[in-house]
C-alpha cells in the first residue's frame, strides 16, 4: 500500500487588510484565483485529499474552501506557522492514505525538503512560494510508519503556472 501527501502552502494573502491579527489576514485576489485553480488542478490529476490537516488561519481557512476539495478538514492551531517537526507529528496522525497538510512558510518548505529523498527539478520548489503544492507518494501502509527523507515526488506545482501570469 502506498500513501500519499499533498503538502500545499496558503494561497497569496492580503497585506493590506485592517485585519486585528496576522492569523486573522485573508487572501487577496490573487490569492482567490489561485485557491479555485489548484482545487480545479486536484481534479484533473484525480489527486483530490480523503483529509485535510490544516493551520487554524484565516488564510489556510479560505484556501481551503476555495479548493472546492469535498475531503473533511480538521483546522488545528499546531500548524500556525509550524516548524518541520510539527508538521511530520500532525502527518503521522493523519488517517487516510491521500492526506492534505494545509499551513505556511518557512515551516512548509523546511519540512519539503526533509521529506522528499530528491527534490523536484523546479525552480521555485526551494522558496515554495504562496501556493506551492507538492504531491509525494509514500510506501507505506499507515502514516505512523512515516520517515524523514524518504518519499518520491510525484508531483510539484505553482499557481503562476496554471493561472499563466
Not at 522558496?127 to 520517515?147: E, H, K, M, N, V
Amino acid at each position: 500500500m502506498t500513501c500519499t501527501l499533498i503538502l500545499t502552502r496558503h494561497a497569496k494573502s492580503a497585506w493590506d487588510t485592517s485585519a486585528p491579527s496576522d492569523h486573522a489576514r485573508p487572501l487577496n485576489k490573487r490569492g482567490r484565483a489561485s485557491a479555485k485553480a489548484l482545487g480545479d488542478w486536484l481534479r484533473d490529476i484525480d489527486q483530490l485529499p480523503g483529509q485535510v490537516l490544516s493551520s487554524s488561519s484565516q488564510r489556510t481557512r479560505e484556501t481551503y474552501q476555495l479548493m472546492d476539495l469535498f475531503a473533511p478538514a480538521v483546522f488545528t492551531e499546531r500548524l500556525f506557522h509550524a516548524s518541520p517537526e510539527i508538521i511530520f507529528e500532525v502527518l503521522k496522525q493523519a488517517e487516510h492514505p491521500r492526506t492534505m497538510i494545509l499551513c505556511h512558510n518557512p515551516g512548509i518548505a523546511a519540512f519539503a525538503h526533509a521529506i522528499v529523498s530528491h527534490p523536484p527539478d523546479h525552480s521555485r520548489f526551494d522558496d515554495y512560494p504562496t501556493g506551492a503544492t507538492l504531491i509525494a507518494r509514500f510506501d507505506i501502509d499507515r502514516w505512523s510508519d512515516l520517515t524523514w527523507g524518504s518519499r518520491k515526488v510525484v508531483d510539484f506545482i505553482v499557481p503562476r503556472e496554471l493561472l499563466g501570469a
